[in-house]
């Protein structure tokens, strides 16, 4: 046989191609169509309502990734069911009309109530084409390659109504997309996504996955949580990173602990934050324990296990005298519980850090927040001195 390609353009739609096969040996032949451009960034959806005899003249091209449904008599055409055409609306119903005869024969031998039945069917498909009722014509189509033609061009059609809709990853899938791929617009997403990438385990070097969220604190900023796990030595570990930029002055919160529930509270506390506790004398500075977003509970926790763990402070190599009295203080900080009254105090240069307010959004009475001028010492320590955001090209560049 002989297969004719056609290349054309259809008006306020785009191009496709016509592919026309037919045989003079048995006379049989076949038409298709393709989409000459590529899938779509968003799925489209049409839905006509048909009234007249001239509304079953209107063109159609239904990709063969197309779903074409009639909802007043429950029918619907499935998605590579058939291959692309160009037809038009009456020519969808007698299309379906003959795929459904094709097997009447055996199906009146083998089962006479299901044969009745599609009979009965095909006929209500043919009184569709009489017009004696008006009926709603929809196609359905995720890769945005479908068409149903609008005669009142470039007018609005009032039957016919148009609907641009993002995939869904199932409806990506099935067009053989990556399911993750995401348009240029689609940002928003990564808030609810966990990216995974690979990396090494600190402890053994072994292979490991690193887990990344973005996460938008209330009434604060977005954060980026980084956790990696290693399934080779069971070794976890999180890190935090704040998801903006340096605020312009710093931040001094102090919280009076006067409540269990207040070792329930989350924290923020990123890399450039020192803690403070008066009532016991202890300091941590900036840089120790890196990012943490935990609960006041889970920092002090992991402020005790950086004592505990340290071979110079209590392991075989510490001091007798330095020995007892960091046996004291871990002894104090475990009575930090709510029911001791203390202070706790995060000094962070870069205004990055947080504590919740449990009031939020009214006013916590035991929560002060301080906002102050960072010395040159601590812009020095950020970097901030040598930073230069204007005029930082060569004096030659402005003339190039």
């Known amino acids: 046989g002989v297969t004719r390609l056609l290349l054309t353009r259809i008006p306020f739609f785009k191009e496709i191609i016509v592919s ?3 045989c003079d040996s048995c006379s049989w032949s076949n038409t298709e ?3 000459a ?9 049409y839905a006509l309502a048909v009234t007249s005899r001239q509304d079953m003249n209107r063109e159609v091209v239904k990709t063969d990734c197309a779903t074409a449904r009639i909802p007043e008599l429950d029918f619907e055409i499935p998605a590579f069911s058939q291959k692309g055409v160009l037809t038009t609306i009456e020519g969808v119903i007698d299309r379906a009309v003959a795929g459904l005869e094709q097997d009447q024969p055996l199906r009146r031998a083998t089962d006479e109530e299901v044969a009745r039945k599609i009979d009965e069917f095909i006929g209500k498909l043919r009184q569709l084409k009489e017009m004696n009722s008006p009926f709603t014509f929809i196609i359905d189509d995720p890769s945005g390659n479908s068409f149903v033609e609008n005669p009142h061009a470039p007018q609005r059609d009032d039957a016919l109504v148009v ?3 993002r995939r869904t990853p199932q409806q990506a899938a099935m067009l053989g997309l990556e399911v993750d791929a995401k348009p240029p617009d689609a940002v928003e997403d990564l808030r609810d996504e966990v990216l995974q990438f690979n990396t090494n385990c600190p402890e053994c070097n072994a292979p490991a996955n690193t887990n990344m969220k973005v996460v938008q ?3 604060f900023k977005e954060v980026i949580i980084m956790a ?11 890190e935090v990173k704040s998801g903006g930029a340096i605020e312009p002055q710093g931040t001094r ?14 924290i923020l506390k990123s890399e450039t934050c020192s803690v403070e506790i008066p009532e016991l004398e202890f300091e941590l500075g900036m840089g120790a324990l890196g990012g943490k977003f935990t609960t006041l509970e889970g920092l002090l926790k992991d402020i005790r296990d950086l004592v505990e763990r340290n071979p110079f402070t209590l392991g075989d190599s510490s001091m007798p005298s330095r020995t007892g009295k960091l046996q004291e203080f871990i002894g104090k900080l475990q009575e930090v519980n709510g029911k001791t009254k203390v202070h706790f105090i995060m000094d962070d240069p870069a205004g990055n850090s947080y504590l919740q307010n449990v009031y939020a959004p009214e006013e916590d009475p035991e929560l002060r927040v301080e906002r102050y001028e960072r010395t040159f010492e601590q812009n020095e320590d950020l970097g901030l ?4 955001t204007e005029g930082y090209e060569p004096e030659g560049a402005s003339g190039r």
Request: charged fraction near 25%.
């Open 20 to 22: 026309s096969f037919s």
């Open 33 to 35: 169509i393709q989409s």
């Open 37 to 45: 451009g590529r899938i779509q960034e968003q799925g489209v959806r």
């Open 163 to 165: 609907t641009h809709y």
């Open 217 to 219: 604190i209330p009434h």
């Open 228 to 238: 990696t796990n290693c399934d080779s030595c069971g070794h976890r570990t999180n």
């Open 253 to 266: 919160i102090t919280l009076r602990i006067t409540d269990p529930s207040d070792m329930t509270r989350d």
């Open 385 to 388: 001195n040598d930073m230069k």
